[in-house]
């Protein structure tokens, strides 16, 4: 039971960061680089924070837990939090080239394999024996049905007029775009590597409940995030010259943006804070808690092709293309509840 509970929290998480780029559609007079940054500092700084105060045990602080993991612990997690900024980065540009169907499927695909597999590497697991096994046999289920998703998308893009590419995903730039999301999922999995690094072994030496555990370490590596994101995103408002476009729209605009931005922001978040929350009940399952990374990245791509099809980027495709796209739904899906099975 306890299980079940933590697989729909982890789902529920991950439905809202699949979500969370619906909201951009609606930033108005602001080019990428802007709400980038805007929605970010929600994403990164504003609910990180809110969220880590929750692990915050009676008469302490968060400086105070944070300064108990020990300096060397928090360096290294908000270093891993830095470069995961490039693959957070590099994540938004792969949707802006392949959409989101495809930009996603592609970049949380290798996240999910590198993300579960190198912590187990780390901790001496053998991936051919034991719970290593069943890691491997799991990740190449997922990566097998995101391959599957993937291939959906090639045969999508070949029925599809330049016209029609464009009017579906706007930047439409197959071979950058899968250069991209390569990048973009290699430099993701160092997120769940800076969840390893140690912060929340120390947060439950300090008695903090587990159900928020992993809070502060989400907060350290969402830190390192934002520092990458943010020199980017403000080199690009230079370059660009588009920095006064923060300021320079109509007050009704503004709040416009920044409501959508915050709500972006909220809704990507959620995927982390679920997935704190629901690793807090598959404890007794020692499988399941090391594949927890690879199971939020499946929801994540199956939720995130619901999207694709609700905002038509499948529009017009063939009945073997939908049926291709189906089949490796189902492989996705199989994946998350395999490690349970055996």
Same mark, same amino acid.
């Given at each position: 039971?306890?299980?079940?509970?933590?697989?729909?929290?982890?789902?529920?998480?991950?439905?809202?960061?699949?979500?969370? +780029?619906?909201?951009?559609?609606?930033?108005?007079?602001?080019?990428?680089?802007?709400?980038?940054?805007?929605?970010?500092?929600?994403?990164?700084?504003?609910?990180?924070?809110?969220?880590?105060?929750?692990?915050?045990?009676?008469?302490?602080?968060?400086?105070?837990?944070?300064?108990?993991?020990?300096?060397?612990?928090?360096?290294?997690?908000?270093? +891993?939090?830095?470069?995961?900024?490039?693959?957070?980065?590099?994540?938004?540009?792969?949707?802006?080239?392949?959409?989101?169907?495809?930009?996603?499927?592609?970049?949380?695909?290798?996240?999910?394999?590198?993300?579960?597999?190198?912590?187990?590497?780390?901790?001496?697991?053998?991936?051919?024996?034991?719970?290593?096994?069943?890691?491997?046999?799991?990740?190449?289920?997922?990566?097998?049905?995101?391959?599957?998703?993937?291939?959906?998308?090639?045969?999508?893009?070949?029925?599809?007029?330049?016209?029609?590419?464009?009017?579906?995903?706007?930047?439409?730039?197959?071979?950058?775009?899968?250069?991209?999301?390569?990048?973009?999922?290699?430099?993701?999995?160092?997120?769940?590597?800076?969840?390893?690094?140690?912060?929340?072994?120390?947060?439950?030496?300090?008695?903090?409940?587990?159900?928020?555990?992993?809070?502060?370490?989400?907060?350290?590596?969402?830190?390192?995030?934002?520092?990458?994101?943010?020199?980017?995103?403000?080199?690009?408002?230079?370059?660009? !010259?588009?920095? !006064?476009? +923060?300021?320079?729209?109509?007050?009704?605009?503004?709040?416009?943006?920044?409501?959508?931005?915050?709500?972006?922001?909220?809704?990507?978040?959620?995927?982390?804070?679920?997935?704190?929350?629901?690793?807090?009940?598959?404890?007794?399952?020692?499988?399941?808690?090391?594949?927890?990374?690879?199971?939020?990245?499946?929801?994540?791509?199956?939720?995130?092709?619901?999207?694709?099809?609700?905002? !038509?980027?499948?529009?017009?495709?063939?009945?073997?293309?939908?049926?291709?796209?189906?089949?490796?739904?189902?492989?996705?899906?199989?994946?998350?509840?395999?490690?349970?099975?055996?």
């Amino acid at each position: 039971m306890n299980t079940f509970i933590g697989l729909i929290i982890i789902a529920a998480g991950s439905f809202g960061q699949s979500s969370s +780029y619906v909201p951009i559609n609606r930033v108005k007079d602001w080019s990428w680089e802007n709400f980038w940054l805007t929605q970010g500092i929600f994403a990164w700084l504003i609910f990180p924070l809110l969220g880590a105060l929750l692990a915050i045990p009676e008469n302490n602080t968060l400086l105070g837990i944070i300064t108990f993991a020990g300096s060397e612990v928090v360096l290294k997690t908000i270093g +891993y939090g830095v470069l995961w900024g490039i693959g957070g980065l590099t994540f938004g540009l792969s949707m802006r080239y392949l959409g989101v169907a495809l930009g996603q499927s592609l970049a949380l695909g290798t996240c999910s394999a590198f993300g579960v597999l190198i912590p187990a590497l780390l901790k001496g697991e053998s991936l051919f024996q034991g719970k290593g096994l069943i890691l491997l046999i799991g990740v190449s289920l997922a990566v097998a049905g995101i391959a599957i998703i993937g291939y959906a998308g090639s045969l999508r893009s070949k029925n599809m007029s330049d016209e029609e590419k464009r009017q579906a995903v706007k930047d439409y730039a197959l071979k950058k775009g899968l250069l991209i999301a390569i990048l973009a999922g290699v430099m993701s999995a160092c997120f769940n590597l800076g969840l390893e690094a140690g912060v929340k072994q120390k947060m439950v030496e300090l008695n903090v409940s587990s159900l928020y555990a992993g809070l502060p370490a989400t907060l350290l590596v969402t830190i390192g995030g934002f520092i990458t994101n943010a020199v980017y995103c403000i080199y690009q408002n230079v370059k660009n !010259k588009t920095g !006064k476009q +923060y300021f320079y729209v109509p007050g009704k605009v503004l709040i416009n943006n920044l409501l959508f931005c915050a709500l972006a922001g909220m809704l990507w978040y959620s995927q982390f804070f679920g997935f704190s929350i629901g690793q807090s009940f598959l404890e007794d399952s020692a499988v399941m808690m090391a594949f927890s990374w690879g199971i939020l990245m499946a929801l994540n791509v199956t939720f995130s092709n619901v999207w694709g099809i609700l905002l !038509k980027e499948w529009k017009g495709v063939s009945n073997t293309t939908i049926f291709v796209l189906i089949a490796g739904l189902t492989i996705l899906v199989f994946s998350v509840i395999f490690p349970k099975l055996v």
